[in-house]
């Protein structure tokens, strides 16, 4: 694998070059050990007031998924924005109403079942659509999610297949 320093110090190769491409200045990517481990070691919220795309909010702790929301998001013309923690996701949303919420139900940084409750008992916020998506093992977590409001729980698998379609959905309803 062939590595090429960048003014920074850190070394990329071409994946890596296409991911940061994709998302920079969003995510920076780091290099470790012997150069073939690499970690997406920052992931920034852009928020752009001049933007007149439709903003989705998405609450992950896989940077690597991150990646495909964003590339889904901005072929269909939408902003994705992303929060770190489950107190950003409350003042990104509550800022900047989102036409939709995607959350990762198994993500264990972001408390998504505290962020569902408090979502829609949100006057604002109770009728923004909510997607999670969670692994195929996990039933008791996806019958937990419709409870709690999720409007559309979907396999990881499922969800990553149709993302573009959902996306889709979503700004023909905005």
Do not use: W
């Not at 890596?16 to 992931?43: A, R, V, W």
């Not at 919220?45 to 896989?62: F, H, Q, W």
């Not at 992303?82 to 993500?107: C, F, G, Q, T």
């Not at 998504?112 to 909510?130: Q, Y």
């Amino acid at each position: 694998m062939s590595f090429q320093r960048t003014d920074s110090g850190q070394k990329r190769d071409g994946f890596g070059k296409k991911l940061q491409s994709l998302f920079n200045p969003f995510i920076c990517l780091t290099y470790i050990g012997n150069g073939k481990s690499m970690f997406m070691n920052e992931l920034k919220s852009p928020r752009r007031a001049e933007s007149k795309k439709p903003m989705i909010m998405v609450l992950l702790d896989n940077l690597f998924f991150a990646a495909k929301i964003s590339h889904g998001a901005d072929q269909s013309g939408l902003r994705a924005v992303y929060a770190k923690n489950p107190e950003e996701a409350v003042e990104i949303a509550s800022a900047e109403r989102p036409s939709l919420i995607i959350m990762d139900l198994d993500a264990t940084k972001c408390s998504p079942f505290v962020l569902l409750n408090r979502f829609k008992a949100d006057e604002k916020l109770k009728s923004v659509p909510i997607v999670g998506f969670v692994s195929h093992v996990n039933t008791g977590v996806q019958q937990e999610a419709r409870e709690a409001g999720c409007d559309r729980v979907l396999v990881r698998s499922v969800f990553d297949r149709n993302l573009v379609s959902i996306f889709d959905e979503i700004l023909r309803a905005t």
